[in-house]
Nanobody, 121 residues
Framework: QVQLVESGGGLVQAGGSLRLSCAASGRTLSRYTVGWFRQAPEKEREFVARSNWSGTSTYVADSVKGRFTMSRDNSKNTVYLQMNSLKAEDTAVYYC??????????????WGQGTQVTVSS
């Protein structure tokens, strides 16, 4: 089992920045694909970014490309989402997800509880 805990959300003005963190416990995160999703009110959960186990391959959704950057520090069992030039439409609950691990889990399989990001225009 992998437990994920997000932090770093909050209220920010449009054009501002936030950095989300996702700390993992239970398993070594370096053996998992890890990523971020978000869900705005009355909308479906959508993919934001994903990183392979080593961090050498990162994919970011077109809607946030050039503004959001995902990174991971396997030594701290933590992944990050740096969000710059935030827009009102980025307002959502952001979830960390992991999967594709040695136990045969799919991706995404493990989820955090989410952290609220609100961008005021």
């Amino acid at each position: 089992q992998v437990q994920l805990v997000e932090s770093g959300g909050g209220l920010v003005q449009a054009g501002g920045s936030l950095r989300l963190s996702c700390a993992a416990s239970g398993r070594t995160l370096s053996r998992y694909t890890v990523g971020w999703f978000r869900q705005a009110p009355e909308k479906e959960r959508e993919f934001v970014a994903r990183s392979n186990w080593s961090g050498t391959s990162t994919y970011v959704a077109d809607s946030v490309k050039g503004r959001f950057t995902m990174s991971r520090d396997n030594s701290k069992n933590t992944v990050y989402l740096q969000m710059n030039s935030l827009k009102a439409e980025d307002t959502a609950v952001y979830y960390c997800a992991a999967g594709g691990g040695p136990e045969g889990s799919s991706w995404p399989h493990y989820w955090g509880q989410g952290t609220q990001v609100t961008v005021s225009s």
